[in-house]
């Protein structure tokens, strides 16, 4: 068994790496732990519990002195690295019974296609706008951030732009094609969120990333790019296209709620709201997603308010490329890729999708 002062984050983040691990755990009085397809796993191997001590050591071993400064004071520090050639690591450090624990999200640098994801093909499309606002939602975990890199990555392929992004921290790193990435994180190349929103616009973008909707003065600026001919991308924590407009309309007062609703639907082009579900076959998971295209039948259902007429219009928007995650369901049950049961779980509308089951 290895002694605990000899062990590495950088040689566990590796071993996680190769066992298509999610995250690495690390916390004192513990063993190490991976995450892999949602559940918690022993790294390979004979491995020390880590002690008080080692733990602070291999966890400050990975922060800036202005890292571990700001940690002492706030208990509380989100950052990012990247292990040689394999993957960068997106780390949260965080106090755990008065002794520092950090979860790290291990993250491959080969940027993944749509078609390797398993994504629609009218997500291409939408890379295709000059301007607008473009969501892509759900739950923490669900591979929100792999799907923007993807399509950033088409934007970058297919024409010369300037794309800049603001993220807290930097989780996928761009390199130069037709395009001209200029990456900013919070915390090293900006103070916080709020200036560097200020100053994008000044920056002569023509694509902007917001690495999160966090709060109304993120969703005026976004909604502002988008309207004066930039391309936005942003995500938002919600599990489908109706509980992302509920949820930015809900963030503003009552009486911006009729002019907001205009906005959204002069700016909105699609969002995207996904979840991540286990195969059948036990090989890991599969992307199941909601899509929502603002054709003008769904534009005018947002201007109006009348948001409760959009999941009816994604059931009928197959023509678009428009699904609910209810359809995205079916298909894979359909094609074996996942059980019935586990459709059940990750259902939009349980009873919609028993119904379209039995069909």
């Known amino acids: 068994m290895r002694d605990a002062s000899s062990l590495t ?19 004192a009085h513990s063993k190490p732990m ?47 690295f990247q292990v040689g050639n394999k993957c960068r690591v997106r780390c949260n450090v965080y106090r ?47 591979g929100k951030t792999t799907t ?50 200020r100053a994008v616009v000044r920056e002569a973008p023509d694509v902007i990333l ?17 309207e004066t001919g930039h391309l936005v991308f942003s995500t938002v924590h919600t599990s489908s296209a109706y ?8 963030m503003f007062p009552p009486h911006e709620k009729a002019f907001l609703c205009q906005r959204l639907a002069n700016s909105l082009r699609a969002i995207v709201a ?14 199941v997603n909601e899509i929502l295209i603002c054709t003008p039948t769904v534009s005018k259902a947002i201007e ?6 959009i999941y009816a219009h994604m059931n009928e928007g197959g023509f678009w490329g428009t699904q609910t995650m209810n359809q995205s369901l079916v298909r894979y049950v359909k094609a074996g890729i996942i059980t019935e049961q586990v459709a059940i779980n990750y259902a939009g509308v349980i009873s919609e999708l028993k119904q379209l089951l039995r069909r």
């Open 304 to 309: 109006d308010g009348h948001f409760n007429d």
């Open 96 to 142: 755990e019974r008065g002794h520092p624990a950090a979860v790290m999200r291990i993250i491959p640098l080969k940027i993944r296609t749509l078609e390797e994801l398993g994504l629609p093909p009218v997500l291409r499309e939408v890379t295709k706008h000059r301007q607008g606002l473009i969501l892509v939602t759900g739950p923490t975990g669900s």
């Open 34 to 80: 991976f995450k892999r397809n949602s559940e918690m796993q022993d790294v390979p191997g004979e491995w020390p519990v880590i002690d008080d001590e080692n733990a602070k050591r291999m966890i400050y071993s990975v922060m800036s002195p202005r890292q571990i400064a700001k940690f002492e004071d706030h208990m509380e520090m989100d950052l990012a």
């Open 148 to 197: 923007l890199a993807a399509l950033i990555d088409i934007i970058n392929d297919s024409r010369p732009c300037h794309i800049v992004t603001i993220e807290d921290p930097l989780e996928i790193v761009h390199g130069d094609k037709k395009a001209y990435i200029s990456q900013r994180e919070v915390g090293i190349d900006t103070e916080d969120f709020s200036p560097a929103l």
């Open 274 to 287: 996904q979840k991540l579900a286990p195969r059948a076959d036990g090989q890991g998971r599969v992307v």
């Open 9 to 27: 984050v950088h040689e566990l983040v590796e071993i996680g790496f190769e066992c298509n691990s999610s995250d690495l755990m690390i916390k």
């Open 210 to 226: 917001i690495g999160e909707m966090r709060d109304t003065t993120t969703m005026h600026v976004a909604l502002t790019a988008g």
């Open 243 to 250: 509980e992302t407009l509920d949820r930015i309309i809900n």
